[in-house]
């Protein structure tokens, strides 16, 4: 088991590696740490995502059954939701859902390349008393 101070990853599953790499490192704000045509490692502040291509081993571990899009996401948390909308939009992508506000925050919904999720959200001004 991962130990409490060494960093969790998460994996996505994606079509096309390149592809996927170029997403999350042009529009999301994430670096490189290591890139092959068939698996990267990109990471954007504690987050360590491991993006598998269909070769890799940890595709070929997912049973067929468990391949299916559920509602699992990554959250990135932005300080200005308004503003990174607005950027993402004149960069041509999409979202995959409206602009949903609750007591917590602001949120929207991108996906990669592959239909994978990744949540935007900005958190709600809290009040100076607390």
């Known amino acids: 088991m991962t130990a409490p101070t060494e960093q969790a990853s998460v994996r996505y599953i994606v079509d096309d590696v390149p592809s996927a790499t170029d997403f999350y490192t042009k529009h999301l704000g994430f670096t490189v740490a290591f890139d092959a045509p068939v698996f990267a490692d990109v990471r954007r502040g504690a987050l360590r995502l491991l993006l598998s291509g269909p070769a890799t081993s940890g595709a070929r571990a997912t049973p067929a059954d468990a ?30 859902s409206d602009l949903v506000s609750g007591p917590g925050g602001r949120q929207i919904l991108i996906a990669d390349p592959a239909g994978n999720l990744v949540e935007l959200f900005e958190a709600a001004a809290r009040p100076a008393n607390q």
């Open 67 to 96: 391949a299916v899009a559920g509602r699992n996401r990554i959250h990135l948390i932005v300080a200005d939701l308004d503003a990174e909308i607005e950027r993402l939009r004149a960069a041509g992508l999409t979202f995959r």
